[in-house]
T-cell receptor
């Protein structure tokens, strides 16, 4: 069964350092999403790609967060510099161009010390 | 703004009984609704969905009911099993695929 892959699964870093997360969506899925989930809350969308183009990054803190999907396949989310409040689960999801169901990867648990 | 609300943070039921998880939404543009199940340290797993043209969708032990006039949906699990213990997220989306999630309900099924 096709799955969304994410790495690393866990990341511990000190504040002011740079971190990067990687996501490989389900093959053929044109739409890719990055979410942030804080404990006790639902996932919140950070950025949405359609192929290689950003279609929604209104909730992305652009002073420190960046995301790219250069070839329209896998994607990288970067935080620089990391802050204590960035500690959360970062989830990647993908969906087919016409479908509404999003399929999630296992997530990256980030801890900023 | 919380467009999707799950007002019960937790629910505990006995094995074999029915679990009913509730969700309310405010945006009338939502036309597709989903339930996801999440275990600790894992990503959400898609469980079941329903479009706004239906009022019920069933998949094995799981049934989702949609009441559009009340802007309310619910997930019924019958019979509940200990392996169903997880956090359940309600989600809703409009045609542009912008999905909004509730805060989740932690279900505990006791043997």
């Amino acid at each position: 069964e096709a799955e969304v892959a994410q790495s690393p699964r866990y990341k511990i870093t000190e504040k002011s350092q740079a971190v990067a997360f990687w996501c490989d969506p389900i093959s053929g899925h044109a739409t890719l999403y990055w979410y942030r989930q804080i404990l006790g809350q639902g996932p919140e969308l950070l950025v949405q790609f359609q192929d290689e183009s950003v279609v929604d990054d209104s909730q992305l803190p652009k002073d420190r967060f960046s995301a790219e999907r250069l070839k329209g396949v896998d994607s990288t989310l970067k935080i620089q510099p990391a802050e204590l409040g960035d500690s959360a689960m970062y989830l990647c999801a993908s969906s087919s161009r016409r479908g509404n169901t999003q399929y999630f990867g296992p997530g990256t648990r980030l801890t900023v010390l | 703004d919380q467009q999707v609300k799950q007002n019960s943070p937790s629910l505990s039921v006995q094995e074999g009984r029915i679990s009913i998880l509730n969700c309310d939404y405010t945006n009338s543009m939502f036309d597709y609704f989903l339930w996801y199940k999440k275990y600790p340290a894992e990503g959400p797993t898609f469980l079941i969905s329903i479009s706004s043209i239906k009022d019920k969708n069933e998949d094995g032990r799981f049934t989702v009911f949609l009441n559009k006039s009340a802007k309310h949906l619910s997930l019924h699990i019958v019979p509940s099993q200990p392996g169903d213990s997880a956090v359940y997220f309600c989600a809703a989306s409009a045609r542009n695929n912008d999905m909004r999630f509730g805060a989740g309900t932690r279900l505990t099924v006791k043997p």
